[in-house]
């Protein structure tokens, strides 16, 4: 078993940024990979970013590129994703998820990020 643990969300003006955390914890030596989801209120959960958890692999969904950074700190099983220049549209709650070899994933429970005006 492997449980995720997001933190770092909160109420921000737009334009300004937050930084989320994802802690893994359990059976995380065969980690392939690490990522985020959001889900907007009325909407479906959309990905965000991934990193590979060996190599340089970063993916971003276009409308998060330029403005949110996805890094990891293998040390301490956690990826991280830092986000620059919020807008209204990138309020959600945000999922970490973890990918490991034969299509097993974990996610975490959510972290709850509101950009206000």
């Known amino acids: 078993q492997v449980q995720l643990v997001e933190s770092g969300g909160g109420l921000v003006q737009a334009g300004g940024s937050l930084r989320l955390s994802c802690a893994a914890s359990?059976?995380?030596?065969?980690?392939?990979?690490m990522g985020w989801f959001r889900q907007a209120p009325g909407k479906e959960r959309e990905f965000v970013a991934k990193?590979?958890?060996?190599?340089?692999?970063?993916y971003y969904a276009d409308s998060v590129k330029g403005r949110f950074t996805i890094s990891r700190d293998n040390a301490k099983n956690t990826v991280y994703l830092q986000m620059n220049s919020l807008k209204l549209e990138d309020t959600a709650a945000y999922y970490c998820?973890?990918?490991?070899?034969?299509?097993?994933?974990?996610w975490g429970k959510g972290t709850l990020v509101t950009v206000s005006s």
């Open positions: 990193r590979n958890w060996s190599g340089s692999g970063t």
């Open positions: 998820k973890a990918d490991f070899p034969g299509g097993v994933a974990y």
């Open positions: 359990g059976r995380t030596f065969s980690i392939y990979s």
